[in-house]
């Protein structure tokens, strides 16, 4: 009784801030009760998934247990906004185009969210292996989606007039893979028996 009573103040005086758990945002107004039902005290757990495991399995938009979201609540909640404060952006993947309105967990398959690779290829390989027109595979084309591709308009987006070797006359209905049998990068530019390559 005495961590939180004195002989001259029966008001509890206890401080929750000077333990391993100190209280912010709603659980400064939460009743010791709520969390300390138990009459148990010391050594209680502070992971937050061990009194809001409710909330997580109660959660249907998204549903956190079938896209398998992490139980560490913090990732994406504070204390002070239980709604989700995650900010893909401030992360080294930010959402742009038609990621922004991608589920999770079309990206973060088996609950996995720490290391998820960010390389366009490692989601998109089957779109690359798929593709007819023109083939890529049979072409060589690099897997650097980027190169042709944005987020914003799956269709190609090379300009081949925005290199140093602008298309013109027969070039321009020349198959890519007449020019470059599987190298994009460094080929040469130069009629047969120059040996000037393109920088």
């Known amino acids: 009784m ?43 757990p502070t992971a937050c998934v061990s009194c809001h495991q409710a909330d997580y399995n109660g959660t249907a938009d998204p549903d956190h247990e079938a896209a398998q979201f992490p139980t560490t609540c913090q990732t994406c909640h504070t204390t002070s906004n239980w709604n989700s404060t995650f900010n893909h952006n401030a992360t080294q993947f930010p959402l742009t185009g038609a990621h922004v ?65 602008p298309l013109t006359g027969a070039h321009v209905q020349t198959s890519c893979q007449q020019c470059h049998v599987g190298v994009f990068e460094g080929t040469p530019s130069h009629l047969p028996g120059l040996t000037r390559q393109r920088p």
């Open 101 to 165: 309105q991608t589920s999770c967990q079309q990206c973060h398959v088996g609950g996995v969210f720490e290391g998820t690779p960010s390389q366009c290829v490692e989601c998109h390989l089957t779109d690359y292996n798929a593709t007819t027109d023109p083939d890529h595979e049979a072409a060589q084309f690099p897997t650097t989606c980027q190169t042709c591709h944005t987020t914003s308009n799956w269709n190609s987006t090379f300009n081949h007039n925005a290199t140093q070797f």
């Open 2 to 44: 005495s961590r939180c009573h004195t002989t001259d103040n029966w008001e509890a005086t206890f401080d929750h801030q000077t333990t391993s758990f100190p209280l912010t945002g709603a659980h400064v107004q939460t009743a010791c009760i709520q969390c300390h039902a138990s009459g148990i005290y010391d050594g209680l």
